[in-house]
């Protein structure tokens, strides 16, 4: 098997984690409280579910990054 393959099969595979692990979170609201918005609440830390997926989205984001520099520089 081909590294080059290899690689592309798991850009794959971490393209789908990384969907399904950003679709399940809950999304916030950009707007202000002034303008009928939730206000933008950051001091709030997520707990359970949320704070899982939101380590799985940024570990796999990281992974993915790196595994298309790999893709690129492998290319060449």
Known sequence: MNLN???MGLQ???GIVM???IM???TKSAL???FGGDGNQT???PKGKQAFLG???K???VLFFINALALLILDK
């Open 5 to 7: 393959n290899f690689l």
């Open 12 to 14: 794959i595979v971490l």
């Open 19 to 21: 969907v399904v692990s």
């Open 24 to 26: 399940p979170q809950d």
């Open 32 to 34: 202000p409280s002034q």
């Open 43 to 45: 001091y709030f830390k």
């Open 55 to 57: 380590k799985i989205t």
């Open 59 to 61: 570990i796999t984001a």
